[in-house]
């Protein structure tokens, strides 16, 4: 009698099919991103030859090199860092205050606020009032301008109000009844209990702040408060690198230091998301779990 492999390690048509599909949407994926990393360190001839393809040609670091002789990178660089850090802490700190009041089934007006919050997520002033604010209250060229009006996102408050409503209602009677007030209940218990939700929408957040150019070019009219996709924008773009003096280029293409600019700014990200891949996923699932 002859054996049958079991029906898990048969390969049917549909397994073939979506293997083959997922392989090129995985080289979709790759190559851009290789190719940046490839151009970032192959040699100026090769560059103007059109000889890379996959393999550096003629492996150097002059780009990187270009990159760090001059200030206008690493300030850009820092910039972004220091806005991503702290636009995120805020952030967490006011989705975190907002969503435990909207959480709270005896909250009075609850539904009306749900409904005044949803609203914005399809009606809102437009660029032109929010500029008007934001000039009244003196906050261009700084931070705040990019950080204040946007300190809630109304998905990710959403998000975690529903992983409030999900957590055991026995955990904050027990509280009260130890005469825990609201605000102990909130940052000694709500809080550190919600820590992958936090670190879920915290994703969004980072990902939101850290490739932000619109706001920027908008509020900011200092050069030298630039964030990193900024300058980018003006490279690939309006090819700054010539005017500022960045490129030398007798000695080195632009394309390189355009391809090591955008390969330094997703350093970042590529460290940080496979960490957090998994409480991304997971705050895709809490958003529909409840309204």
Known sequence: ?????????????????????????AIVTVYPVLYIVVISFSDTA????????LWPKGFNLDAYKEILASPKIPRAYMNTILYTVVGTAINLLMT?????PLSRPGFF??????IAIV?????????????????????IDSMWALVIPNAIWTIELLILKSFY??????????????????????????IPLSKPALASI??????????????????????????????????????????????????????????ATIFI????????????????AKGIMLGSEKG
Request: glycine share 4%; no cysteine; aromatic share 16%.
């Open 165 to 190: 409503e999900a957590m055991s209602s026995s955990l904050r009677e027990s509280a009260v009844i130890d005469g825990a007030s609201e605000y102990r209940i909130l940052f000694s218990i709500i």
């Open 202 to 259: 915290g994703l969004f957040y980072f990902m939101g702040h850290w490739n932000s150019f619109f706001l920027p070019m908008i509020y900011l009219n200092d050069m030298k408060l630039y964030p990193l996709q900024v300058v980018l924008r003006d490279m690939l773009f309006f090819d700054m690198s010539k005017e500022s003096g960045l490129v030398d280029q007798a000695a080195l293409a632009p394309q390189a230091v355009k391809n």
């Open 1 to 25: 009698m002859v054996k049958r492999k079991p029906f898990q390690n048969r390969w049917t048509l549909f397994d073939m099919i979506l293997t083959l599909v997922l392989s090129i949407v």
């Open 46 to 53: 090769s560059i103007v030859q059109n000889k890379v393809f």
């Open 265 to 280: 700014s997703m350093v970042p990200v590529l460290l940080i998301y496979p960490f957090a891949q998994r409480y991304f």
């Open 109 to 114: 007006g609850r539904k009306y606020f749900m």
């Open 119 to 139: 609203l914005t997520m399809f009606l809102n002033g437009g660029m032109i009032p929010t500029f008007l604010i934001v000039q009244k209250l003196h906050l």
């Open 96 to 100: 975190a205050v907002a969503a435990y």
